[in-house]
């Protein structure tokens, strides 16, 4: 029977890779200004929301997944994918049930204080969601020593766990999110990269 813990980090992991780029691709055409409102929001809001959770759940594998030497860098990635999960989701709910519902109807001055805007409120709050989840994939990282796909997985989330502090002081400094722009490519190729380690025929967990 196929270990649990690979069944879990391998579908994790591919739900996260999946969420990531329904978000990717219509960021790509909101930026482009394809996507009318408050479309461009929703296209946005619903991939992320379900994202948190995938991401989280492929830490608590991860963390599972560690050697008994390493898993205390698991859990610390746990502890912040957590933090991650909690902040975004608040945000992406109440926009997509209470926000964009008030605009849509007209009310939108009732909720000025919700909007996600540039600069925002909540997009301070969502931005230090994110930077929550690179330093969950920076710690994550340490739990993988070896050569070849393990190596290329360490550095992945390595590279990814780096951007956190562009991504959380993006919303001070505009200028920081031509480097956090590059989460775009540094999840994905993470969360693909994590779908084959859990894989592995030859994947094994250590027991202690």
Known sequence: ME???????RWSAA??????IAYILPQIAV????????WDLISLFVPSLFLASAFLVL????CNY???ERKVWGQIGTAFAVVYAVLVSLVYFVELTVVIPKIIQGMGDEVALLHFDPGSFMQA??????GFMSLSALFAAQVFDGAG????????????????????????????????VLWIITFPVSAILLYKVFSRPSMKLDSK
């Open 3 to 9: 270990n649990i813990v690979a069944r879990i980090g």
């Open 149 to 180: 796909l393990i190596r290329w997985t360490r550095w992945a989330l390595r590279a990814h766990g780096l951007l956190a502090p562009a991504i959380m002081l993006s919303v001070m400094y505009p200028a920081l999110i031509a480097i956090g």
């Open 15 to 20: 739900l996260s890779a999946i969420f990531g």
């Open 125 to 130: 709050v969502d931005g230090l969601g994110y």
């Open 59 to 62: 830490m608590v594998s991860v």
């Open 66 to 68: 560690a050697t008994q």
């Open 31 to 38: 930026t482009m200004g394809m996507i009318p409102s408050p």
